[in-house]
């Protein structure tokens, strides 16, 4: 029997709140017991100066930027050489 995307829809939305509500239970009996929350950390926080400061170049070093090959229009590219 082939169920309708609705059906499907409704699955996994009440799926995701029986979870959330799982999940909330837990951390709330962790938290009423007396005990902290899990914290989950990606590494140590390290403090110090991160900025640098740099001296702005004199001269800019190129002027102007021009191509050094010059390709030719195929025809029929906006050229009269066909």
Partial sequence: MQQSTTRRAILVAGAALVA???FATALGEETASGGTAPI????????GDTATTTTAPTAVPIA????????TAPCGFNNKSC
Avoid: N, Q
Avoid at 40 to 47: A, F, I, R
């Fill in 20 to 22: 959330a509500g799982a």
């Fill in 40 to 47: 989950v950390s990606s590494g140590k926080m390290t403090l």
């Fill in 64 to 71: 102007i930027a021009s191509p050094t090959l010059k390709a």
